[in-house]
């Protein structure tokens, strides 16, 4: 995928015969190396294979791969099987080989993408709500998650987060239930470290829901919201974000700078991708994009936290679904050649394909995708070293 910076290695001598490299230089070349590369290597020998498992190794990595091999992942098609592909940092294409394999009557949808490991949630025929898989395509791992209840899906809705705590060093799922559709009713938390389910109480939930969407930064996750409300015998509704502290579990509700907007991460802080559009419905003549970041830290409280408008990209003559924001673009889903007149678009080409708008440069491109350009989630991915599993994928020959 990316290439690596060069290493140099100071061979030491031992007894005046034997060389050896310090372990310290060994780990600074191995945490470089693509998961797949360290699990061959682990059978170079014992002190290799010991530090390539050890916790601290694994977090080494991780950090190295997020702020160096940054992936950008995407589904292209909801169906089973989970149709996955990565965008590396030198614009090239990769698919993600053997996914789990579940039964071809259900269709799978990721909740979220965190140091590595993928929640997905499979929706199977007659049951509700849907089973959640933890995955990391890396390590070729995964872990079903158990099921609580089975509920009436034309009478409950339900949403899921999915995060990590520095904090506590765990990764915790996030399970709302909304009794017809309404407001939240019940709230249940996984925590990977336990491998169990837990209820807690609603706290700040109180008349609201929440939507499907979900991102995950510094040790919370965060949903778009609703709040129900009475003034003066008029019912009315106020949109706003809800975060859920992963180490603590509590809920808190946060002022959003608009009402058009697609949650993500900037520069590790929540923000905030709003969509304008210009012309008639459905045939908009052109789209813009407006970053807002919240500056202040998470713990703060809501009268301290404060939106500022980061910039407003040039026009974008097509139609577009936000993504997230991956290294200096914002990856979009175009439902539109993008062209400098409407009447550009041609007929026979495509209306649907993965975007990249750079924040920087202002270009706005569209990326080759072998096979067809239908795409129906984007996420950020970095290959990781991180263990979850009970299961086990077996590599193709």
Known sequence: MCSFPSVTVKQKVVDDETPFVPEEIIRNILKRLPVKSLIRFQCVCKPWKNLIKKPSFIADHLHHSTHQNPL??????????????????????????????????????????????????????????????????????????????????????????????????????????????????????YSLSTGSWKEIELGN????????????????????????????????????????????????????????????????????????????????????????????????????????????????????YLGVIWRSDIACVAFGRPSETKSEIKNDEPKVGLYLFNITTNEFKKVAIPGGGHVCGVFNYVESLVTIGNNHIEEEP
């Open 205 to 320: 939930l109180e008349n609201v829901n929440l939507y499907l969407q979900t991102v995950s930064a510094n040790g919370a996750i965060f949903w778009n919201g609703i709040k129900q409300g009475v003034e003066g015998g008029v019912e009315y509704d106020t949109d706003l974000i809800v975060s859920f502290d992963i180490a603590m579990e509590v809920f808190t509700l946060i002022q959003m700078p608009n009402s058009f907007y697609k949650l993500s991460v900037y520069d590790d802080q929540l923000a905030v991708l709003s969509h304008t559009r210009i012309g008639d419905f459905p045939n908009y003549l052109y789209s813009f994009i407006d970053l807002w970041v919240l500056e202040e830290s998470i713990g703060a409280s809501a009268e301290r936290w404060s939106w500022t408008k980061k910039f407003t990209c040039s026009p974008c003559p097509c139609e577009i």
């Open 72 to 189: 950008l992942l995407f589904q292209q098609n909801e169906r089973h099987p989970l149709h996955l592909s990565l965008l590396d940092c030198e614009m090239q294409v990769h698919e993600v080989k053997n996914p789990p394999i579940f039964d071809s009557s259900s269709w799978a949808r990721i909740i979220g993408s965190c140091n590595g490991l993928l929640c997905v949630a499979i929706n199977e025929v007659g049951t509700y709500p849907a089973s959640i898989l933890l995955w990391n395509p890396a390590v070729r791992e995964f872990r079903r998650v158990p099921r609580t209840r089975t509920i009436d899906r034309f009478e409950w809705d339900c949403t899921v987060g999915f995060g990590f705590s520095p904090l506590i060093n765990d990764y915790k799922i996030v399970r709302t239930y909304a009794e017809s559709g309404d407001v939240i009713s019940g709230v249940e938390v």
